[in-house]
């Protein structure tokens, strides 16, 4: 079992980075794919970034890539996502997910626990 818990999100002006962590417990954090997905009002949950067990093998969602960068520090039971010139349209909730896989899913059934979420208002 895996508990998740987002931090870091709030209201930032467009081209503003922001830099969301999600602190995990449990023992088997490390050997466990994470993911960051987000929400916007009215819209599916959407795969913004990815990374395997250790951070090696990433994958992000094809329009995000550039600016969105995720990592992970498996001594510290953590796995940020940095976004930078943020846009009006990255408005969401971000949530972080654990898939018990070493390597990253791209589906949402392949996430096995979620945090809470934490929202990021960009004004333009």
């Known amino acids: 079992q895996v508990q998740l818990v987002e931090s870091g999100g709030g209201l930032v002006q467009a081209g503003d980075s922001l830099r969301l962590s999600c602190a995990a417990s449990?023992?088997?954090?490390?050997?466990?794919?994470m993911g960051w997905w987000r929400q916007a009002p009215g819209r599916d949950l959407e795969l913004v970034a990815a990374?395997?067990?250790?951070?090696?093998?990433?994958h992000y969602a094809e329009s995000l890539k550039g600016r969105f960068i995720i990592s992970r520090d498996n001594t510290k039971n953590t796995v940020s996502l940095q976004m930078n010139s943020l846009k009006s349209e990255d408005t969401a909730v971000y949530y972080c997910?654990?898939?018990?896989?070493?390597?990253?899913?791209?589906?949402?059934?392949?996430?096995?626990?979620w945090g809470q979420g934490t929202q990021v208002t960009v004004s333009s």
């Open positions: 997910a654990a898939d018990r896989c070493s390597n990253y899913g791209t589906k949402l059934d392949d996430y096995d626990y």
């Open positions: 449990g023992q088997a954090f490390s050997t466990y794919a």
């Open positions: 990374c395997n067990w250790n951070g090696g093998d990433t």
